[in-house]
């Protein structure tokens, strides 16, 4: 049984679909796909092409698709999309030219949708892993953590890689259903090792030669993350409540406030501390619109279903 040795009531809260994962009219095509982690994020993977794997998959991806399939936010928009361009059942690999076109956030959060209606409790997770760069910097990604009965603990899966063509490109040498905690620190720890200067803050971010780095940066994974384990499973981009813009608008105050918010973020997360603290800060809690800073089509108001 999936829930074997969580709690009931964090099994019931992250075994039932939130307003970005809720799957909607298309509910019944994730019918009879199954329970197994490992095949629903192989069944996620054949549905989807990150934005910048055209190289490894030899497609020129259309400037359209790369600019508005990532801005989608819920699951339910994300299978009509994907329905519209290929109407086979969800378990048939879709060609890499007719997938719907994301990043890490959309594996992740597909991966999670299919695992809660399957009655496998499980959340995406903000964090930064450090298999896709080998000069040790952390890019900020985004994963799925699921319960695992068997062994009863949170596993982190990532979905991205559950592709072997994927998996290759990044010279991947674990199991993308059971990614080692060290090669993928959540946003928390990723925070409480650049307090504790074990990890030098510009090392974490988008990716090497960007302003997109630092002590803002990781605070704005932190905040995202926190959501997330609330259910809330906003875009990277998303913007909100209390952080900085770059790290000469960090203050001490911003720093205490976040050092609370890491210890609910980390590889443990007390559940009844993280859902107090998110619904009773208005600087951490999402608000009914946010402040989308999307790459192609922002910055722009959304309001939140």
Known sequence: MPSVGLASDIAAFYSAQSAFSDPGGWAARFDGL?????????????LMIHRLEGGIFGVDIPVDRLHDDAETRYVDDILRIVVDRDPAPLDRPRAPGDRFVGVCRDFALLHCALLRHAGVPARVRYGF??????????????????????????????????????????????????????????AGKAWRAVRARRAHPASFGVA????????????????????AVNRVESLLWDVWGAGAGSD????????????????????????????????GHDGLRTPASVLSLAPFNGPVEVALR
């Open 129 to 186: 892993a450090n298999y896709f760069d080998s000069t040790g910097f952390h890019h900020d990604h985004m994963v799925t953590e699921y319960w695992d009965g068997d062994t009863a603990r949170w596993r982190l899966a990532d979905a991205q890689l559950a592709d072997p063509v994927v998996a290759t490109a990044h010279r991947i040498d674990f199991d993308p259903m059971d990614v080692p905690r060290e090669d993928f620190l959540v």
């Open 248 to 279: 000469a608008e960090m203050t001490d105050e911003i720093r205490a406030l976040y050092d609370e918010v890491a210890v609910v973020t980390g590889d443990d997360v007390p559940f009844a501390a993280a859902r107090a603290l998110f619904a």
């Open 34 to 46: 199954g329970a197994d982690p490992a095949e629903l994020a192989r069944i996620a993977r054949g």
């Open 208 to 227: 090497p030669g960007t302003p997109l780095h630092g002590e803002w940066f990781v605070v704005g994974c932190v905040r995202i993350d926190l959501a």
